[in-house]
């Protein structure tokens, strides 16, 4: 069986809501998910159309290419965006506080982008 993206999305939101966990950690934790909940999404709509990635870090820029490529520059941005303004900040950033207003609009980025790839 192979693993679908979307439950690292809804491990995300699962993880926003849960009381059990630090509110921080928890938030990070959630952004960073919805980037590759959204990104491997991408990757693998790519991949069914042809196109091959390396499994290290040049995939993400590579996937944002190759998605204009294809016509998709919304969801390319969103994604560009969900990765340095998200992802990078709640990984790397730990000066940097997150609310849940923060997760919230980072998850609603990643839905935009799984909606609008096939």
């Not at 190759?66 to 969103?78: C, E, F, I, Q, T």
Request: aromatic share 16%; glycine share 4%.
């Amino acid at each position: 069986m192979t693993f679908n993206p979307v439950e690292f999305l809804n491990l995300a939101k699962t993880l926003t809501n849960d009381q059990n966990y630090n509110y921080e950690s928890a938030f990070r934790t959630s952004i960073s998910r919805a980037y590759y909940s959204a990104f491997l999404w991408c990757r693998t709509w790519l991949e069914g159309l042809g196109f091959s990635f390396p499994r290290n870090q040049d995939a993400h820029a590579l996937v944002i290419k190759n998605m204009r490529a294809k016509g998709k520059y919304m969801p390319a941005d969103a994604l560009k965006n969900l990765r340095h303004y998200g992802r990078n900040e709640a990984d790397y950033n730990l000066k940097k506080s997150f609310t849940v207003t923060d997760v919230s609009y980072w998850i609603q980025l990643a839905e935009y982008v799984l909606n609008s790839i096939p």
